[in-house]
């Protein structure tokens, strides 16, 4: 299976940082996507990307969804999973990378945040 551009984007870092990480191999069984390992413990680490551009209005930058709705969403998906780690005694971590708003811009727009008044 090719490596999605957040699955890339982990991989340099964990060698830019000197951190051992190892592709998990894809099986039939739910597991994470990878085993870092620091000092005497390693980690599984599953991967999620958003790459879905429902509820952003292009022409203008505006969002009409629920403000961590996707997010929300792949903690979900990633449930299994982190099942597994979790079972297996190990910590573990959900990295979830955004490819539509990669530098959170959505967010810090005033006009895409709900009214508190």
């Given amino acids: 299976m090719q490596s ?3 699955e890339k984007l982990f991989e340099v870092f964990c ?10 191999a894809e099986t039939s069984s739910k597991t994470p996507d990878y085993h870092l390992q620091t000092g005497d413990t390693v980690v599984g680490v599953e991967i999620k990307q958003i790459e879905s551009d429902r509820g952003i209005n292009p022409t203008d930058g ?8 996707h ?8 449930r299994a ?6 079972r297996a005694g ?3 971590v ?4 955004n490819t539509v708003d ?15 008044t």
């Fill in 4 to 6: 999605t551009v957040s």
């Fill in 15 to 24: 060698a830019q940082h000197l951190l051992q990480c190892h592709r998990v």
């Fill in 62 to 69: 505006t969002w009409s969804r629920t403000i961590g709705w």
């Fill in 71 to 78: 997010v929300r969403q792949k903690i979900t998906e990633a």
């Fill in 81 to 86: 999973q982190m099942g597994v780690v979790a």
């Fill in 90 to 92: 190990m910590p573990a």
């Fill in 94 to 97: 959900l990295l979830i990378y």
């Fill in 102 to 116: 990669p530098l959170q811009g959505a967010s810090k727009n005033p006009s895409n945040l709900p009214s508190l």
